[in-house]
């Protein structure tokens, strides 16, 4: 597949804007700016800039708790989700959800949701909705690899398999459910193979390279548009960072750590566009300074921005 | 003015929201050719197809995180649970998604969509299937919570939960609805708000705050009291927990100076004790009795016709605990 420039560039830009958003998070964290927890997305970019590319304003997501990626690659305005991090009034939901919980239906972002898994049937009905309002909007369903051993998988995959809805589940494999790793939590090697039991197709793709991500998603999302039903797309990757931030991570060694990070999604993709000369050296450097540019821009808007009266923590229970 | 039944009232009322906006559709076991466990959807799988009178796996975490999903896009479901005990194997969907997701997101989702489920004892059919289990719905914030005791307040209640843009859980009860007891309905469209209490009976000397079937009964109690002691009961029925009519209750008692909370729940943590809390808290200076609780006790509910009968709260308790007040 033949992958226009413009794509190609945007699917860059989309991944240096999370990099760079979660290494200041992971700082103003650290500068106790940002309460409660924040779960890094570094490293895994490659598979939120490579499916959501195929997606329209109008299409939907489900996020999880590591969702920062992901609301960025559907077009979160990363200022506005600062000041949500921050607990500021002017955050995308007036600081009453933070890291875990943003939502933005205007621009199709359905929410984040911190329970694991619970995403899954909630995705099923968004895609029912869509075949029942006679519109062809898709959904992807982000989770990650412990998500994939709750009961709700099961329900809401094999539900969306049978009314053959347009819904795009993308396991975000990184090996950990926090500390536990894959190989003690299942028997089988690709998650995608759980897919055979809903008579969908399941597809392993390197998740560390985006256009891997790009063209297995691209796939999944035109045979879910042309009305066939679900895929289940596992992207094999890995995160950087512990957890949460502030959270250690013995359950795996420093090598391994280095060499998932030899493979990194956005070096390899920086090389892999320069060569293919559709990316300078000189344009990337350009692109990384606008979106450091950026982060100052979102962190002074968050940090100037007003809190919430403590009487508005009534409002918004009932609409 | 025609009678219609319990079950038909639960019919008619999804027929005609049904009828007036496509975006509602039923989602549920058992929903389509069978019409319900007790057929009181009969003809609607006929009427509207399999696309919007949809039977699903058995999966009632997906049937409900589903009904989200639809929720937030636009449709406006009603997912029928079959049994408030099954509830409990799509919980998370209850307290953490359809409850938290309007507030988590600073007010930016609306959450139309309608639980239906039968609830309550007095079929024999034991623990699994006959919980009352309104009290713990009652303490997530978010979602509201109808009780209906005839067919009129369920047809209208049912109709304003549909329309509502807030998650709703409306239970039938078990044994109302197996009786399907008639009561007056209009040929013509009416709601009934949610929030606003009907006093069954007006009486003079004690007040009886009942739910569900706890309201037939209380009825019957209070006829047998005015007959054999003169005692009369004011018998309110909230209609909704969630909103609570509180100020028909306080207004009552400050009439009558007694109050009995009579509903099927296990006593403790439950909508019986929320009443009580709230008349010793803004209505102390009416009472001229202690506010007594009649419910069931904490045991889960027994099989067999000896033991639930006497679990299940029935009216001479009322009448004894009206007597230890009067």
Redesign the interface.
């Known amino acids: 597949m033949a992958i226009e420039k413009e794509k190609l560039i945007e699917m860059y830009r989309t991944m240096v804007r999370i990099r760079r958003f979660e290494e200041r998070v992971a700082r103003e964290f650290a500068d106790g700016n940002i309460p409660g927890s924040v779960h890094s997305y570094i490293g895994e970019e490659a598979v939120a800039a490579g499916a959501i590319a195929h997606l329209r304003t109008d299409d ?1 997501i ?1 996020s999880t708790h590591r969702g920062h990626g992901h609301l960025i690659a559907k077009g979160g305005k990363t200022d506005l989700m600062m000041a949500e991090l921050f607990a500021k009034k002017t ?7 933070g890291s875990m ?5 205007d621009i199709g972002i ?2 984040a ?1 911190g ?1 694991v898994g ?1 995403g ?11 075949k ?2 006679g519109t062809d909007q898709v ?1 992807i369903c982000f989770f990650g690899d412990g998500a994939s051993n709750i ?2 998988f099961h ?2 995959i ?2 969306a398999s ?1 009314w053959s809805l347009p819904v795009i589940f993308i396991c975000e494999n990184n090996l950990y459910a926090v500390s536990v790793p894959q190989s003690y939590s299942m028997k089988i090697r690709d998650i995608a193979d759980r897919a055979v039991s809903y008579g969908i197709p399941g597809v392993a793709v390197d998740g560390m390279n985006v256009i891997a991500v790009y063209e297995t998603v691209g796939e999944a999302v035109a045979r879910a548009r042309r009305g066939e039903g679900p895929t289940l797309v596992e992207c094999k990757t890995y995160r950087y960072r512990g957890h949460a931030e502030g959270l250690p991570s013995p359950y795996r060694t420093k090598e391994e750590v280095e060499e998932w990070m030899k493979k990194d999604p956005i070096k390899t993709y920086t090389e892999k566009l320069i060569e293919m000369k559709v990316l300078t050296k000189k344009r990337a450097d350009e692109i990384d300074q606008e979106m450091l540019e950026e982060m100052d821009k979102a962190v002074k808007f968050a940090q100037e921005s007003p809190f919430p009266k403590p009487e508005e923590t009534l ?5 | 003015m025609r009678e219609i039944n319990f079950r038909q009232a639960i019919g008619e009322a999804l027929d005609e929201e049904m009828e007036r906006d496509p975006r509602v ?1 039923i989602i549920g076991e058992d929903v389509g050719v069978m019409g319900g466990l007790m057929g009181e959807i009969g003809g609607l799988y006929q009427k509207y197809g399999i ?2 009178v949809r039977d ?2 058995l ?1 009632e ?2 049937i ?12 406006r ?1 009603v997912a029928r649970m079959r049994f408030g005990d099954f509830l409990g194997v799509a919980w ?2 209850i307290m ?2 359809m409850t938290k ?11 139309p969509l309608t639980m239906d489920a039968l609830s309550g004892a007095g079929r024999r059919s034991a623990a699994q299937h006959s919980q009352s289990i309104e009290g713990m719905l009652m303490s997530i ?2 979602l ?1 919570i109808a009780l209906p005791s005839n067919a009129h307040d369920a047809k209208g209640l049912l109709k304003t939960a549909i329309r509502d ?2 998650p709703v859980m409306f239970f039938e009860h078990k044994l109302i609805m197996w009786t399907s007891p008639k009561s007056e309905v209009p040929e013509e469209e009416y709601l009934i708000p949610f929030g606003q209490a009907d006093i069954k009976r007006e009486g003079s000397d004690v007040t009886v705050v009942a739910t569900a079937n706890m309201v037939i009964r209380a009825l019957n109690a209070a006829e047998k009291l005015q007959q054999e002691k003169g005692i009369s009961l004011e018998v309110i029925d909230p209609r909704t927990i969630v909103p609570f009519d509180k100020e028909t209750v306080l207004n009552s008692v400050s009439k009558t100076g007694r109050l009995v909370i009579f509903t099927e729940e296990c006593e403790t943590g439950s909508f019986a004790g929320q009443v009580a809390a709230i008349v010793a808290d803004e209505g102390f200076d009416y009472l001229d009795a202690p506010i007594k609780r009649v419910n069931a006790p904490d045991t889960p509910v027994p099989y067999g016709i000896i033991m639930e009968d006497f679990w299940i709260p029935n009216e001479d308790k009322l009448i004894k605990a009206v007597n230890e007040i009067t």
């Open positions: 939907y489900l955050g995308y939901n007036l600081g009453k959800g919980h943003i939502a933005d239906v359905l929410g949701m329970i619970s899954i049937p909630i995705a099923t009905g968004a895609g029912l909705s869509a029942m309002r959904t009961g709700r329900e809401g094999n539900m049978i409002e918004n229970v009932y609409a | 559709f696309d919007r699903t796996p999966s975490a997906a409900l995180g589903a009904a989200i999903g639809a929720a937030i896009t636009g449709m479901p998370d969907e953490n998604q997701m309007r507030y988590m997101f600073g007010g930016k989702i609306k959450m914030p978010g509201k843009d807030n």
